[in-house]
T-cell receptor, first 114, second 116 residues
């Protein structure tokens, strides 16, 4: 069955700390990969996406993610977080065949302390 | 850029009534749209895949008679929550697939439903 796992459900960091959020997926075919952010009371915003090519992708607001095919992972990183990064982060996987529907992970709630 | 619009953004309805949420792709034709729901502090759960001109495909555990989906045109899909109950209160999000742009999927801003 297709699934997306985000191992860290809650993360608390101080400002300037480095961030890495894990995302692993289970799917036998080719996928596109995404990270979305949802600020409190707001809708989903796309942080970055991976379709093909360089497995290290850079997104908005200083975020980046690395696709490791052998590990079925797409971890999100940021070298130095800010208080404004407090939000919920969702990893999503999109099979490149069929309906192209997204499968979302359970989300990671990040709180950055000022 | 491509935009997906949902209406209404907020809706409060009485228990037992039905409420319709619209999802429109504003500058592209979407043969496929998706409906998600998100409970507070939880992830997005796919409810159904809406296909233009045909019946929606529902995910396991989603009641098709309760959550009616209609995709009558290439730019509009509607979700009707029938005989709503307080437990149906949730954030409903649609997304639309642009098959002419690498199958990119665009999300709507979501609709908050509160059933009282």
């Amino acid at each position: 069955a297709q699934s997306v796992s985000q191992h860290n459900h809650h993360v608390i960091l101080s400002e300037a700390a480095s961030l890495e959020l894990g995302c692993n997926y289970s799917y036998g075919g080719t996928v596109n990969l995404f990270w979305y952010v949802q600020y409190p009371g707001q809708h989903l915003q796309l942080l970055l996406k991976y379709f093909s090519g360089d497995p290290l992708v850079k997104g908005i607001k200083g975020f980046e993610a690395e696709f490791i095919k052998s590990k079925f992972s797409f971890n999100l990183r940021k070298p130095s977080v800010q208080w404004s990064d407090t939000a919920e982060y969702f990893c999503a996987v999109q099979p490149t065949s069929g309906t192209y529907k997204y499968i979302f992970g359970t989300g990671t709630r990040l709180k950055v302390l000022a | 850029g491509a935009v997906v619009s949902q209406h209404p953004s907020w809706v409060i309805c009485k228990s037992g009534t039905s409420v319709k949420i619209e999802c429109r792709s504003l500058d592209f034709q979407a043969t496929t749209m998706f409906w998600y729901r998100q409970f507070p502090k939880q992830s997005l759960m796919l409810m159904a895949t809406s296909n233009e001109g045909s019946k929606a495909t529902y995910e396991q555990g989603v009641e098709k008679d309760k959550f009616l989906i209609n995709h009558a045109s290439l730019t509009l899909s509607t979700l009707t929550v029938t005989s709503a109950h307080p437990e149906d209160s949730s954030f409903y999000i649609c997304s639309a697939r642009n098959s002419r742009s690498g199958n990119t999927i665009y999300f709507g801003e979501g609709s908050w439903l509160t059933v009282v």
